[in-house]
Nanobody
Framework: QVQLVESGGGLVQPGGSLRLSCFTS????????MAWYRQAPGAQRELVAS???????DYVDFVKGRFTLSRDNAKNTAYLQMNSLEPEDTAVYYC??????????????WGQGTQVTVSS
């Protein structure tokens, strides 16, 4: 059974930092692209950052320079270090593991989400 379990969310003041973790089980992590998405109330889920199986990262513009995504395949875990947090970063953050099969199918797994609230 595949599981992705996020942790590390919480309440933080503007300018503060949080480190989210996504622990995976049931998959061979090193063949998956890992990503973090977020969903604010009333908004669609949006991509925040991704990291390929080879370690190449990509960030959306509104988090560049503030967020850092990394992975430790030996620990089956991906991390999202979030610095200089702003109230606009308030959302539920979701971890995603994705791979494309040889037949061209996309396989997606999701965590349950962790709440991040940035407020004074």
């Amino acid at each position: 059974q595949v599981q992705l379990v996020e942790s590390g969310g919480g309440l933080v003041q503007p300018g503060g930092s949080l480190r989210l973790s996504c622990f995976t089980s049931g998959i061979i992590l090193n063949i998956y692209r890992m990503a973090w998405y977020r969903q604010a109330p009333g908004a669609q889920r949006e991509l925040v950052a991704s990291i390929t199986s080879g370690g190449m990262t990509d960030y959306v513009d509104f988090v560049k320079g503030r967020f850092t995504l990394s992975r430790d395949n030996a620990k089956n875990t991906a991390y999202l270090q979030m610095n200089s947090l702003e109230p606009e970063d308030t959302a539920v953050y979701y971890c995603n593991a994705r791979r494309t099969t040889q037949g061209g199918w996309t396989v997606d797994y999701w965590g349950q989400g962790t709440q991040v609230t940035v407020s004074s």
